[in-house]
């Protein structure tokens, strides 16, 4: 925005000029003028109270314009169809300017007038080239650009490989940073981007899955589904998306069919998949909520413009974390991924993430990991000498299904499953919801990309500024 100096007669307008709190609506500029003004008669409504000058409202105004809008084109670019009618986009500069500052249209119009003033070009105007806050301008919200948060995140990236103390450090300050407005992040329907799981909620139940390669080891963890289909113990967790190696941490899905199809099962072996109901209240960080994430603060606070470029960002983090790793890269790749999860554990201090799957797709391709704090699950209670027989049925015997656990408990005993209760437990498993799939075959999405190849012939000519000389031709092979 190409600026001048004010002329006289406007400098002494805008400092002789005063408008009072019960003048201006907008919250943050109302409360400033609270806290900050000085007693006096207001030059609109002719009250008194706390006013502040004409300027200082024109600065804010200013300085959110300059942030937060941009102005419209006068006219349709070159590819405009000249059959379609064309309308200017934006809203008419006088009711942004009333809108934004909760002020009525006669200061508006002054305001506009010392702005208009500042921004006038004499040059343009004879030329016929709509300036800055010329009447009839029109102007629209911009996207807040991220600032410098990608160069951030892709130091953090880098922080996070090398894992010594300062390095570690700065990796969490980066962090921190960036996820100082988490609090304050609202969706459309106003509410966070934090979710609640557990009872009566809508996250209540969640999906694991395990592979087999042969029956016998299926048998065995259909005995004892709590232990061997739910969290494993830590000497033998691998590092994962959103944890380190040796860090116990339960990966459940919201369907089953996402759950078997993140264990990447091969054709032939055998998917178990338990659900685990949570039995008590938690706090998980949405990620797919953050997509549609925004800042509702005043455009007139200092720090907005940072807040919403935060907002911004953290609305494209779900595409940063949630990116397909190869195999043979997951030691590196996984890294940025595990570090946020550890600092939304330990700093945060919420108990999960939910994000969506690379493995498949569709709305309820979902998973959610719980950190260990939050992923015990509560122990079958199997009453002492009881024999547990496992087994598959003949396909003539006469069950709902070849896989039968059979719990044989001494005399006196319940006579329904039950789990021990523990106080710290999140997770029951429902041992009546237990699936085996057989994997018979596996289907891919892919995209196909046709690949190009041609032929050259090399004509070399022998001149005095030699020069190589090309003569293309296509080749069908």
Not at 167 to 174: F, G, L, P, Q, V
Request: glycine content about 6%.
């Amino acid at each position: 925005m190409k600026k001048r100096e004010y002329s006289d007669g406007i400098i002494n307008f805008r400092d002789e000029q005063f408008i009072c709190n019960a003048c201006v609506s907008e919250r943050y500029l109302k409360g400033i003028i609270i806290k900050w003004g000085k007693t006096g008669t207001c030059s609109y409504c002719k009250k008194k109270g706390k006013v502040r000058t004409l300027g200082f409202l024109v600065d804010k105004i200013e300085t959110a314009f300059e942030q937060f809008y941009e102005r419209t084109p006068e006219e349709h670019d070159e590819f405009h169809n000249p059959h379609d009618a064309w309308y200017r986009e934006g809203n008419d500069v006088i009711d942004v300017i009333s809108d934004i500052a909760g002020i009525d249209e006669k200061i508006a119009k002054d305001v506009l007038d010392i702005l208009q003033d500042k921004y006038f070009d004499w040059e343009n105007h004879t030329m016929g080239i709509e300036n800055e806050f010329d009447k009839g301008s029109q102007y629209e919200l911009k996207f807040p650009h991220h600032g410098d948060l990608q160069e951030k995140w892709n130091e953090f990236k880098t922080l996070v490989g090398k894992r010594d103390l300062v390095s570690r450090n700065e990796a969490e300050a980066i962090l921190t940073d960036i996820f100082s407005v988490l609090d304050e992040l609202l969706r459309y329907d106003k509410k966070t981007v934090v979710v609640a799981a557990g009872p009566k909620t809508e996250i209540n139940v969640l999906h694991r899955a395990r592979v087999f390669y042969d029956e016998d080891k299926l048998m065995d963890a259909l005995a004892i589904p709590d232990a061997e289909l739910g969290t494993p113990p830590a000497h033998v967790v691998k590092a994962g998306r959103m944890n380190w190696d040796g860090s116990p941490v339960f990966y459940g899905a919201e369907d089953v069919n996402t759950a078997v199809s993140e264990v990447r099962p091969p054709v032939g072996s055998y998917v178990a998949v338990a659900s685990f109901e949570i039995i008590r209240d938690l706090r998980i960080l949405d990620l797919e909520k953050l997509n549609e994430a925004f800042i509702d603060g005043s455009i007139f606070s200092h720090d907005e413009l940072k807040k919403r470029q935060k907002a911004w960002f953290l609305r494209r983090f779900s595409d940063l974390i949630c990116i397909p790793v190869m195999p043979d890269k997951e030691n590196k790749d996984y890294l940025p991924s595990q570090a946020v999860a550890d600092f939304v554990c330990n700093k945060l201090g919420l108990d999960g993430i939910r994000y969506r799957s690379v493995q498949t797709s569709g709305p309820h391709a979902m998973n959610i990991v719980l950190f260990e704090k939050a992923s015990e699950v509560d122990r079958l209670d199997t009453p002492k000498d009881t024999k547990i027989e496992k087994y598959k049925a003949h396909s003539d015997e006469e069950y709902d299904s070849p896989y039968c656990v059979h719990e044989i408990r001494p005399k006196g005993s319940l006579d329904k499953i039950t789990t021990k209760g523990a106080t710290t437990a999140t997770l029951r498993v429902l041992v009546d919801k237990i699936v085996v799939n057989k994997i018979e075959a596996v289907s891919y999405v892919s995209k196909t990309t046709k690949v190009n190849r041609a032929l050259y012939r090399n004509c070399e000519e022998t001149t005095e500024d030699r020069e190589d000389k090309f003569d293309f031709f296509t080749s069908s092979l």
